[in-house]
């Protein structure tokens, strides 16, 4: 099994439809992340969970609700989306919450959105 | 709000030559990561840089942390095709907040 798996792959929607993402990891961490990848622009960090706790939101808009049943397991729902939200949407985790030194970070194939 | 820049922003190449990339900020870093994306992919890591002047060789490549800790570079002897990818540089601040570059699409033809 892979180490970080998320689904679906690609995902269209029209903006007043809901839908969720999912990210699964097989590594035992217990640090999860979800990340933004639009076109020409850096990797946003939008939300970070540790033990299954929320300790990192980056001024995400509310359309965007994380959730975190446990440690192996995180869910992006999504809800009416404007069409600038179609990006690659990765998760990550690692063994902890990055502290004083960086922890080392295994990514997702991610999931390719566009919001019609 | 603490930023990386990266360049060039794109390159292409022809297999066997050999190739700088850039990574600079004007704030200093605790430790800074390269990562390469392919693809269809997410990103993976390659290697991470903590020591100012550091310098650490992963086959080809070649990181280098700067003095400062404000800036890194990526060498690539030798470029193949199978080096073809983003890559992209991440600096931590001491655990405070975790930014990425834009990265540099490198294309490496056969």
């Known amino acids: 099994e892979t180490g970080v798996t998320q689904t679906p792959r690609h995902l269209v929607m029209g903006m007043t439809n809901k839908k969720s993402l999912k990210c699964e990891q097989h590594l035992g961490h217990n640090a999860m992340y979800w990340y933004k990848q639009s076109a020409k622009k850096p990797l946003e960090l939008m939300f970070v969970y540790s033990l299954e706790e929320r300790v990192e939101n980056n001024s995400v808009p509310s359309r965007f609700s994380p959730e975190c049943p446990n440690s192996s397991h995180l869910f992006l729902h999504l809800h009416t989306l404007q069409p600038e939200d179609s990006a690659l949407y990765l998760c990550?985790?690692?063994?902890?919450?990055?502290?004083?030194?960086?922890?080392?970070?295994?990514f997702g194939p991610g999931t390719r959105l566009l919001v019609l | 709000t603490q930023l990386l820049e990266q360049s060039p922003q794109f390159l292409s190449i022809q297999e066997g030559e050999n190739l700088t990339v850039y990574c600079n900020s004007s704030?200093?870093?605790?430790?800074l990561q390269w990562y390469r994306q392919e693809p269809g992919e997410g990103p993976v890591l390659l290697v991470t840089v903590v020591t100012g002047g550091e310098v650490k060789k992963l086959k080809r490549l070649t990181f280098q942390f700067g003095d400062a800790r404000k800036d890194s570079s990526l060498h690539i002897t030798a470029a193949q095709p199978g080096d073809t990818g983003l890559y992209l540089c991440?600096?931590?601040?001491?655990?405070?907040?975790?930014?990425f570059g834009p990265g540099t699409r490198l294309s490496v033809l056969p």
């Open positions: 991440a600096g931590d601040n001491y655990g405070q907040n975790f930014v």
């Open positions: 990550a985790s690692s063994q902890d919450r990055k502290g004083a030194a960086v922890e080392t970070q295994y």
């Open positions: 704030s200093v870093f605790s430790s």
